[in-house]
């Protein structure tokens, strides 16, 4: 398995993506009702997670 290898400016643009995308997923993408809300923000996160650790 390789290794990836972000410097730091391309880790500054992916937080950005992977931010944008979970605005738009936890606004606009969760189907909510009465008692419970379904939203697929938590993919972002794990993703940035994985990618973006120090």
């Given at each position: 398995m390789t290794k990836l290898i972000l410097t730091k400016s391309k880790k500054i643009i992916l937080s950005a993506m992977l931010l944008s995308i979970l605005l738009v997923l936890s606004r606009f993408l969760s189907?909510?009702?009465s008692f419970l809300v379904i939203s697929f923000s938590f993919i972002p996160m794990m993703l940035?997670?994985?990618y973006?650790?120090?």
């Open positions: 189907i909510k009702s940035a997670g994985i973006l650790r120090t």
